[in-house]
């Protein structure tokens, strides 16, 4: 048997019972970081428990969607629930992606329960040096 203190906890699980598990209509929200890396930018879901093969990941355009299904545990037949605390049903974000990503060349991986996306810094949004031709004569300018 299992012993709490925290008496939102119950309150939590209530809230949880009451709305029902999350669907594909109607989500929940997968907790993520973002950063940039040197040239990429790097954002990360937390999705423990989820099978790399439950994750729907589609780009269109700049929007960038990350779907996920916890699935139930197949349990015999004589086992008794005595505590349900991790979420099941479906976990669903979008993200606008900036104009300055190459978002046909993102990497996934999935490790530990968490999904980590890499998606590069597009060439056009590098600072590069631009040459001024006055006459015969060049220069160049950095930018």
Do not use: C, H
């Not at 019972?17 to 989500?27: E, I």
């Not at 040239?39 to 589609?58: H, K, N, Q, R």
């Not at 197949?74 to 629930?81: F, P």
């Amino acid at each position: 048997m299992l012993m709490r203190t925290d008496p939102f906890r119950e309150l939590d699980r209530l809230a949880q019972q009451l709305v029902g598990p999350a669907t594909w209509s109607r989500p929940s929200v997968m907790p993520m970081d973002a950063y940039r890396e040197g040239d990429e930018y790097v954002v990360a879901f937390d999705l423990p428990g989820v099978t790399s093969d439950a994750i729907d990941i589609d780009v269109e355009r700049n929007m960038l969607t990350v779907k996920a299904e916890r699935r139930p545990v197949a349990k015999a037949d004589d086992v008794q629930m005595d505590l349900s605390e991790r979420p099941l049903g479906a976990f669903s974000r979008q993200i606008v992606l900036a104009d300055t990503l190459d978002t046909e060349r993102i990497q996934a991986d999935y490790d530990a329960g968490v999904l980590t996306l890499r998606i590069p810094i597009a060439e056009r949004a590098k600072p590069r040096k631009i040459s001024i031709g006055v006459g015969s004569d060049r220069r160049e300018i950095s930018g």
